[in-house]
């Protein structure tokens, strides 16, 4: 499956086929992306890689996540996806990581709506929840930007680099989604 949206950017749903490109990419930035991810020290070699990613084809198969591969003009730039899925309540959370040299550009945000937009629209979720650890303002700010509510902080969540992090809590129904979406 994938989405196109727009003459650079798409997002694939991820593969094996993916391995070496999506390795390649969190190389380039894995000091960067290590501050808020805590499996990227896991990530070694083009096999973890492909591990991981016939881990997730396993989970897109039993319906517990989908996601998908963001490529700029067709190279690998990260993942986004809607994780911890579950149907029977209708919810999912999601996640993504972009390499530090596509900051800036809308990555993000235009690839947030899509994948906001197959939760809500094709798999019928009514609640989506986006976790951010409270220092990383960027992903806060990815939150505030697209709608999201902020419900709280989940005091010390996720174990990243030895460390606590604190998390900060956003969700959008699919109400909210449907009425911003008519604005």
Not at 48 to 57: L, M, P, S, V
Not at 82 to 106: D, F, P, R
Not at 160 to 169: E, S
């Amino acid at each position: 499956m994938t989405i196109t949206i727009d003459k650079h950017l798409k997002l694939e749903l991820t593969s094996v086929k993916h391995a070496e490109g999506l390795y390649e990419a969190l190389n380039n930035s894995r000091q960067h992306l290590s501050a808020f991810l805590p499996w990227v020290d896991r990530m070694q070699t083009v096999n973890d890689f492909r591990n991981y990613i016939k881990n997730c084809e396993l989970l897109y198969e039993e319906k517990k996540e989908v996601s998908f591969v963001m490529l700029y003009d067709d190279t690998p730039v990260g993942r986004i996806g809607l994780h911890h899925m579950n149907l029977q309540n209708k919810n999912a959370s999601v996640g993504y990581w972009l390499t530090k040299n596509m900051e800036g550009k809308g990555i993000v945000i235009r690839s947030c709506k899509e994948l906001l937009a197959y939760g809500f629209e094709v798999l019928d979720l009514n609640r989506i929840e986006l976790r951010a650890a409270v220092e990383n303002l960027r992903s806060l700010a990815v939150a505030e930007k697209l709608g999201f509510i902020k419900e709280g902080i989940a005091r010390e969540a996720e174990l990243v680099n030895n460390k606590f992090l604190d998390l900060t809590l956003y969700s959008m129904l699919s109400s909210e989604w449907r009425e911003r979406k008519s604005r």
